[in-house]
């Protein structure tokens, strides 16, 4: 069963958020993960916010969702009964995010080293899914940036 984020999304107005035709909202989405390549060690991060405020996070350790706002515990509730679901994410950003991550990362090794100046490296990974929450890597982009 797939979720549907947007529908869920929608939903905050029957407990409690309001929404108005005359504002903008903001609907915010971010996920993505890191690699240690000195320890291996691999991380992730996946939350929803709203209006700038967090609204929903995902525990990688746990491997549950928690809500960060009194209005999302419904939809914390039944995202976290979906054990499919849960188990994607859990195979999501312990495997396939840090395996594409690596794979741009030695793709871009030799213009990344020919510098021989010492440099901070900021890797934003982003996989867009438009909103389905599908785990398929319809559109990948990797974009790097030195800061001297």
């Not at 312990?94 to 741009?104: D, E, G, V």
């Amino acid at each position: 069963m797939m979720i549907n984020t947007f529908d869920n999304f929608s939903s905050l107005a029957s407990v409690g958020f309001s929404f108005s035709l005359i504002r903008v909202h903001v609907y915010q989405r971010m996920y993505g993960c890191e690699w240690n390549n000195e320890t291996g060690e691999v991380s992730g991060y996946h939350q929803y916010g709203y209006d700038g405020e967090d609204w929903i996070i995902f525990d990688m350790k746990e491997n549950r969702w928690i809500a960060a706002k009194q209005q999302a515990v419904i939809t914390t509730n039944r995202w976290n009964n979906n054990r499919g679901y849960l188990e994607k994410y859990k195979n999501y950003f312990n495997q396939i995010c840090p395996a594409w991550l690596k794979k741009y990362v030695d793709y871009g090794r030799s213009s990344l080293m020919s510098t021989g100046i010492k440099s901070h490296i900021l890797i934003f990974f982003v996989l867009i899914d438009y909103f389905n929450l599908s785990l398929e890597l319809n559109k990948k982009i990797c974009l790097y940036l030195n800061f001297f």
